[in-house]
């Protein structure tokens, strides 16, 4: 099994302090409930408290874990921002749209959020990596021009 995170972002719905996601299948809704501590831990089991990692990629890679992916790869995670200052301060953002993203609404014009840590992030993505690893498993990252380096990057044409 493959799962390319670009797809899972897509289907959870971030709330402040929680991710839904509607399970057909099962006819069930299930919240994802999150831990909050001073350092982030990588959760295989989903049903315990998650922890952010400070982006919404590596509450991602739990959840792909969590059902048992073997591969992830990752498309679109630039890792790099257009606006620079303090991580974690909460803005007003001004801009018209957000160039930061993968869609210019994803932080509309107006609304409160938080600079983002990309160390945090990536001291979260060290530990979904070694966590995959030891389970003989593996995230990849296909992202063109993308500046995180914690993932072995693969060419972008070559996923099939």
């Not at 801009?95 to 983002?116: N, R, T, V």
């Not at 593996?138 to 972008?156: P, S």
């Amino acid at each position: 099994m493959k799962v390319l995170v670009y797809d899972l972002i897509f289907f959870i719905r971030i709330y402040y302090c929680f991710y839904y996601f509607n399970n057909t299948s099962q006819g069930s809704t299930h919240y994802l409930r999150f831990g909050f501590g001073i350092t982030d831990h990588f959760q295989s089991d989903i049903t315990q408290s998650m922890y952010t990692g400070g982006t919404v990629t590596f509450a991602t890679l739990q959840l792909a874990y969590y059902m048992g992916f073997k591969e992830v790869i990752i498309i679109g995670m630039d890792h790099n921002f257009v606006e620079k200052g303090r991580p974690n301060k909460t803005e007003i953002r001004t801009a018209d749209k957000d160039e930061s993203h993968c869609h210019p609404d994803y932080f509309p014009k107006g609304i409160k959020w938080q600079l983002p840590n990309l160390y945090r992030s990536e001291i979260a993505y060290a530990l979904a990596r070694k966590a995959f690893e030891n389970d003989g498993r593996r995230i990849l990252d296909a992202t063109i021009g993308g500046k995180c380096e914690v993932f072995k990057k693969i060419n972008f044409n070559s996923i099939n």
